[in-house]
Each structure stands twice: as structure tokens, then as C-alpha cells.
């Protein structure tokens, strides 16, 4: 989901460096990396993302977690090389206040801008590419669920680790008096209550968590690289299915800005092309009933995040005009809503 805001923190940050590029030389200096031409990249949603010399990929992070998010993906990053297709990590640290983290160039473009241009056998190819990396990853058999962060807490059962989640999303809008459409949030809690049964089951493994067509770069008709693990979790392999879901339905919540020029229709035969090439995952019991479930506590989250990142920028009655998120919620409640992945 795309959030687009500027913190007191990056303000304060920027005051300091006149530049963003002033403070990418300072960390490739720390590095001992040479930065000659630096350019602001795309699609930076959580972090500050900028290609260096066409070698390097350097990402700023500014919110509270960045620490824990980013040294995270790195130690995951180093431990795939060679399995997927992931970009390479050259450093990870701290400077000034800011959390960064060094990767290598990977040619190639977005999925999601591309995939209308691409043939049919192109665009197969690419989805065997990406179903071959989530299978490397799903087989990473681990023993608890959870955020796989050394700063949160492990799930022997799944139900449980995903009504925690939801349930801190509960505390976090009463505690900051978020004013929401009414019955929204009870209806959710009532279905999320009512249907937890049909989470029992799975085997934690390695989850992307974030795995829209924005995270894919492909370069030559074939997969370059998957970005952004910042957010993967030990899951059950079926939770990979609900942010492509999300994308495919939503795509101009996840398009670059300026960009937001998509519809469903465009990317339903991915989900298509993904059931082909990795049916295992579609086989899980429940799976539509799981998916619900998944979609309303993400909703909610986002539009709690939305909120949190905006409450100092937008004044409360433009707050209230954000609806779409509620859309989203319902959506999932009702049968008649939109769906892409079936039982």
C-alpha cells in the first residue's frame, strides 16, 4: 500500500544535508564506495531510495523500525544469494541518525510497468521464474511464526500470532482516537473471530510478505531480481497469496505515483499464470476463507498506517474523505465482493 508522507525526522535530516545527495556521498564515503553520478530512484515508498554510478543501490530508512526492518533483509539477503534472484548487500549501518543499507545494481524493469507490453510466452516465463523463487523460499521449513525480528515475539500456532496482530491494530486505533465509518472495525472483529478456525494448520516457513509485481524487476524477458524483504515473516506459504490478490485487484494503490494508470483486468491472468506454475499453494484448505481473512487485517492496518503517517500533513476532515481503505475492508466481509484467487 503506498504511503506517501514527509516525518519531522527526514525534515530535521534534510536541514542538515541541503541535499539528499550530499547525504548519499557522506554514507558511500563512510563505506568507501566512489559516488560519482547519484540519482533519486522510483517506487521508494518506505525508504529513500537512490542509484549510485549504476552499481549501487543505496536506501535510506527514517521510521522507528527502519533499524530492525533493514539489518533484517540484510542478514535474509545474504542467506539467499545464489538460491534467488536477490540483490547482493555490500553494507548495512547507521550514520547521523539515519539507517542505510548498500546493494548492488540490478538491471531491469518493474514487472507491474512492463507486464501489458510483454507477450503471452514472455510473461509465463516470468511467472515460472517468480513461482521457482517462492518455492526456494516456502521450503525453508522454520519452527515458530511470527516477524523472524529478534525485537518481536514467535507463535507456536498461527491463529494466534495473526489475531495478536490484529488485535494490536484494535488497541492502536482506540488508544489514538482514529474516528472510523460505523460498524466497520466491529464487523471485522466479528468475522475475524468467527471464521479463526479455518487458520489452523501449516508449517511456518519463509514468506516475502510484500510480493506485488512492484517488488519485481525483470531485465531480458526473465526475472532480475526481487526487491524488498523488509517485510518478511515466518508464515504459512498461503499468506504470500494476499498482497498479490490485493495488487492485482487495488493495482493503483501499489503503482508508482504518476503512474496509477491500471485496472483488474490487466493483471488477471497472472494470477492464472501463478496457479499454473505453483499449484501447491492454491491447494491449502480454506484457502478463500484464509484470504478473507488476511485482506481485512491488512486493510485495517493500512488505513491505520495511512492515518498515523498523515495525522500531522492532512486536516481530520480530509481524513474522513479517506474511503477507499473502508471499501477495501468491506470488500473482504461480503460475498459479492471482488475477488482473484478462488478455493
Known sequence: MVVRTTTAASLQNDT???TMEELIRAICAQEKIPASEIRMLTGGQVNRVYGVDERYVVRVGRREDAFQRLRRETDLLRSLEGQ???PRVYAFGEFEGDVYQIQEFRPGKKLYAVWKELDAWTQEAIVADLAAALKTLHNQKLTSFGLGREDAPTFACWPDF??????RTL????????RMAPGVVGAAAEYIQAHRQVLEGGTPTLVHGDL???NVLVHGGRLSAILDMEYS???PRDYELWVMEAFCIYPNDYAEEGNEVFCSADFANFCVLMRKHYPEVFETPHLRERLNLYQLDAALGSYLGWRKANLD????ERMAAKEFYMARIRNFLFPQGARMFFA
Not at 495473526?162 to 488485535?167: R, T
Not at 486505533?173 to 482514529?178: A, G, H, S
Not at 500533513?313 to 481530520?316: A, L
Open 16 to 18: 542538515i544535508y541541503s
Open 84 to 86: 534467488i534472484p536477490v
Open 162 to 167: 495473526l489475531q495478536a496482530k490484529f488485535q
Open 171 to 178: 488497541d492502536e486505533i482506540e488508544m489514538l482516537k482514529i
Open 212 to 214: 506485488t509485481l512492484v
Open 233 to 235: 515473516l515466518q508464515a
Open 313 to 316: 500533513t492532512i486536516p481530520p
